[in-house]
């Protein structure tokens, strides 16, 4: 079976990978690849097309680069994505789209189509291949090949006369991203964006890569040689390109098969586990956390996952170990660079091992993830440090990525204009400073510290602020942040407090009171492009992300908005009269909502990001409509996506010839799998619901995936905690009272103090009409004590004593998990 190696995870995630061409059939294993043994099988004996005299030699080559007040939190994001109010030389048919990623190419010299039958058709009558090009609106690497080829007029005349051009925004389309991702990925050992691959009129790939410089560079062939060659080898060796093309995907498609055997159980979970365990413990990197050396990803599936274990082995040491892993990386992160000190939320990544200088863009997923996991972090720690880091994700969401409709916008770039001056954008350039800049904001000398030290004294000291910059040469290839300083803290509190003698409390207040004024000065930089895409799946992320920080903390606000992004989802994402999920929506230039006609249905991870997302609004509400939604999604998901021969989750619906290869999604990476997150959701909505073909599928979904999780569970850590799930079976937790009343939120803030990965909670208010006890009958012989809010315990079909204090709940609680690590 074709399979990427674990240690692969984060180099999926890197924008700027090698820069390479692979031939279709470039397995024909004639020189060592970084692959697993399993990449290779069933390639072995496909000829390679290119050999002979016109053979395209091209190797694969390296790039230098960088890898790549409680109101606030009701404000929305106005954004800054003004078009050029100069006329444009160019405009191709991408000015017509509304994907960001597609407009920022509306003008280039290229004859640039959408991904659809207008294109497919042109190569079709003209007989020409297809040049696809595959990038993302916050893409560093994709901006700097736009900036050296797609701008420039003879590569532009190029691939205009000889291909059909096409342009996909990979997160409007996975689908279609990840069949010829897989391809990259299958014949070259690594993968990223931008990517380019190019196409037979049928779609079949026969020659791919990912960035390449617009000109030869000593034996790196630069894009306008790739392009001529490939147009060489069309005309004279098109026969053997189609042919392999063609052998490529069925090899793929045996390759990527993934399905349970008649009558397979998945595997033992606390085996999985703890292997999953060890694996993660191999890769870790103990000084500043995470995993494996630089680019460092926050990987917030594994901190899950290490959370999780350590709840069912607390009393071990390798319980107590996972738990460290998991904290230590989540301070070192907030600590680091990686974490914005002034402006809130996270960059996509660290260029190196201590979390310092980061790729600066910012992803809605990564800010959905890592808030649940710090929030997690605080119930397993009772560490305020990790419920502020939290708050201080959702602060930022709140403010700049959301629309004011409810919905969350997708991402925020790394690249803008210096506020120095000039035209050329630079990476970094909204968040870094310079010496002289601190200085000149922050003059004030602080009263009482020593040496007659100023605001920005203490401040640079505590934050690593130097006067010929914080960056290492090494992390700035390109000299961008030469004399530039990414904040990352140096110092705890305490000890920068004693450095200048005052009090812990009186530099809280100073650093405060700097970085309100450093924040003022941001907000007067030229802003970095915000792709004002608004994605389901991403929104259902965040929806989990505010219902459960709000819930933990018992704050309203934060749950008043994830009910706002909760309706935005049903009144712009889901079509009512064709029981269907939408992709995206966007951001018109009047700040108004806007939909593409035909709107791009959703896949399977925007159904089962919503799922989970409703799931967890309605543990932190109460609110019936939204389990009634998440059981009407779930069955719709079942009946467009789900595999009835082998199990599990295909990505996309079958109806669309157009992509080539019905996948599932077999790794948890920057987003968990959709299939992860559904054998979970699957097995919550069968305690919800009592209805047992969803149990069955959770079962059969977690056998499909047997051999990825007995072999390398470190690629899937969200499924095995699924699977986890299901081995120690979930507790129902039925809270019976009326819902608005004060003794039904303390008992509803006892559960929510805990860490509790393997639960549900839900409430009766003694009604047997409602909608869960219409599911679920034996709620209805559950009633209050003495006409008090009172909970049970429940779990293998029995029930504890009820209790009404929140106190009792809680022992009861901590004394089940105790009971479970003992099972």
């Not at 399993?38 to 395209?56: A, E, K, M, V």
């Not at 991203?177 to 050992?189: E, P, R």
């Not at 969350?408 to 310079?434: H, I, M, N």
């Not at 003059?443 to 000291?461: I, Q, S, W």
Request: hydrophobic fraction near 40%; include cysteine; glycine fraction near 6%.
């Amino acid at each position: 079976m074709l399979r990427q190696a674990w240690r692969w995870s984060a180099f999926r995630d890197t924008r700027a990978g090698t820069a390479h061409v692979v031939a279709a059939s470039s397995l024909a294993a004639d020189r060592p690849r970084r692959s697993s043994a399993g990449l290779t099988r069933g390639f072995q004996n496909i000829p390679h097309p290119l050999r002979g005299r016109s053979q395209l030699l091209l190797q694969p080559q390296s790039v230098s680069a960088s890898y790549l007040s409680p109101s606030v939190f009701l404000s929305m994001a106005s954004g800054s994505n003004h078009p050029p109010s100069t006329h444009p030389k160019h405009t191709n048919r991408l000015a017509n789209e509304r994907s960001p990623y597609l407009l920022q190419h509306a003008h280039n010299p290229v004859d640039w189509y959408p991904w659809g039958h207008e294109a497919f058709e042109k190569a079709k009558r003209e007989d020409k291949p297809i040049f696809l090009s595959v990038g993302y609106s916050t893409c560093h690497w994709c901006h700097v090949m736009e900036r050296e080829s797609f701008k420039d007029e003879e590569i532009g005349k190029i691939l205009s006369d000889n291909f059909v051009c096409i342009k996909l925004d990979r997160e409007e389309r996975p689908d279609v991203d990840k069949v010829y991702m897989t391809f990259v990925q299958a014949t070259s050992g690594g993968g990223g964006w931008p990517m380019s691959v190019w196409l037979t009129p049928n779609l079949r790939p026969f020659i791919g890569g990912t960035y390449f410089p617009p000109r030869d560079q000593g034996r790196r062939p630069g894009f306008k040689t790739v392009l001529i060659r490939i147009i060489e080898q069309w005309q004279n060796n098109r026969a053997t390109l189609e042919s392999n093309g063609e052998r490529i995907i069925d090899a793929l498609k045996k390759g990527t098969t993934i399905t349970a055997n008649p009558g397979e159980s998945p595997p033992l979970a606390p085996d999985v586990a703890n292997r999953c365990f060890q694996q993660l413990a191999h890769s870790y990197e103990e000084e500043y956390g995470g995993f494996k050396d630089a680019p460092k990803f926050p990987s917030p599936v594994n901190l899950m996952f290490l959370m999780s274990y350590w709840s069912v082995n607390c009393s071990t040491s390798e319980g107590f170990e996972a738990l460290q892993m998991a904290l230590h990386t989540l301070r070192m992160m907030a600590l680091g660079g990686i974490h914005d000190h002034i402006a809130q939320g996270f960059h996509r990544y660290s260029t190196d091992s201590s979390w310092h200088v980061p790729h600066f863009e910012k992803m809605l997923y990564d800010q959905a993830q890592l808030a649940v996991a710090y929030i997690t972090a605080f119930q397993v720690s009772g560490e305020q440090f990790y419920a502020d880091v939290a708050k201080d994700i959702l602060l930022y969401v709140s403010r700049d990525l959301s629309d004011k409709s409810g919905g969350f916008y997708s991402a925020e770039d790394a690249d803008s204009v210096p506020a120095s001056g000039g035209l050329e954008k630079r990476e970094g350039a909204f968040c870094v400073w310079t010496a002289s800049e601190v200085r000149e904001l922050l003059p004030d000398v602080v009263e009482g510290a020593v040496g007659a030290a100023t605001l920005a004294d203490v401040f640079m000291h505590h934050y690593g602020v130097k006067e010929q910059g914080n960056v290492a040469a090494e992390q700035d290839p390109h000299g961008e942040l030469q004399g530039k300083n990414v904040l990352i803290v140096r110092y705890s509190a305490e000890l920068t407090a004693a450095h200048f003698g005052i009090t812990f409390e009186k530099f809280n207040e100073l650093m405060t009171s700097a970085r309100g004024r450093m924040a003022e000065v941001r907000q007067i930089r030229p802003r970095p492009h915000l792709d004002t895409k608004i994605l389901a799946s991403w929104n259902g992320l965040m929806l989990s992300a505010f219902a459960r920080v709000g819930a933990v903390l018992g704050n309203e606000m934060l749950l008043e908005r994830a009910v706002q992004a909760g309706n935005f989802l049903k009144v712009h994402l889901w079509d009512p009269d064709q029981q269907n999920m939408l992709r995206s929506c966007y951001r018109g230039d009047q700040m108004e909502l806007e939909q593409i006609s035909p709107p791009i249905c959703g896949f399977l991870d925007d159904y089962a990001f919503v799922v989970c997302g409703l799931l967890d609004l309605y543990e932190a509400t109460f609110q019936t409509e939204w389990l009634r939604w998440a059981e009407e999604l779930q069955a719709r998901q079942d009946a467009v996506f789900w595999d009835n021969q082998g199990g599990g989750y295909f990505c996309s619906e079958p109806s669309d010839a157009a992509v080539l290869l019905r996948l599932k999604e077999d790794q948890d990476g920057a987003e968990p799998s959709a299939n992860s997150v559904s054998a979970s959701n699957l097995l919550r909505l069968y305690h919800y619901t009592g209805r047992q073909e969803w149990l069955q599928k959770s079962q059969q979904l977690l056998a499909a995936f047997s051999d990825r999780l007995t072999s390398i569970p470190i690629a899937l850590p969200e499924m095995v905690r699924a699977l986890m799930a299901q081995h120690y079976t979930l507790k129902q937790i039925v809270i019976c009272g009326q819902r608005e009343a004060s003794d039904t939120s303390g008992l509803l803030a006892a559960v929510n103090s805990l860490f509790l990965p393997f639960k549900v909670v839900m409430h009766t208010d003694g009604n047997p009409e409602s909608f869960l006890c219409q599911r679920l009958p034996a709620l209805s012989s559950m009633t209050q004590l003495d006409g008090a809010a009172t909970a049970y315990v429940c779990q293998d079909l029995t029930c504890s004593l009820p209790v009404t204090e929140p106190q009792e709940l809680r022992q009861l609680l901590l004394d089940g998990a105790m009971a479970q690590e003992v099972h």
